[in-house]
């Protein structure tokens, strides 16, 4: 009877999880999209926006360092490694954004060595994982 309730509440959790990564991941997207609206919605003055979205990235920023801090901490080796994926991506993607707004040589080297950098950990994160996974025997 308690293994149904955990399933149950587990299933629950599964879902709403999904569901709220979803909902994020559509609003990053209306901001790439549509920003002006997006951060008129969000809460940001239009006239005079100040450092309202850098505030924001700084945040996020934040919440995203110590994910990455927490998930070391427990070992979790494959949510490491895919943080650090996803993480790669984004860095490559703010070189290609870097290139295309200032232009700025050492911004674009920045984020193009931390998306090499965050592949590479990723690779050795992966690694880690497989070697903490149990060993099967072997069968035949």
Do not use: E
């Amino acid at each position: 009877m308690a293994q149904r309730k955990d399933d149950r509440v587990n299933r629950v959790v599964l879902w709403l999880a999904i569901a709220t990564g979803v909902v994020l991941s559509l609003i990053g997207v209306r901001f790439l999209i549509d920003p002006r609206p997006a951060a008129f919605f969000f809460g940001i003055n239009k006239q005079n926006p100040g450092f309202a979205l850098h505030a924001a990235i700084g945040l996020r920023d934040v919440w995203l360092g110590l994910l990455l801090v927490i998930f070391a901490f427990l070992r979790d080796w494959r949510a490491v490694t895919l943080w650090l994926g996803l993480a790669t991506l984004v860095c490559l993607s703010d070189a290609l954004i870097a290139l295309m707004s200032s232009g700025r040589g050492w911004s674009i080297a920045f984020h193009a060595i931390s998306g090499v950098f965050c592949a590479a950990l990723a690779w050795m994160a992966w690694s880690a994982a497989r070697n903490d996974s149990p060993r099967r025997p072997p069968t035949g």
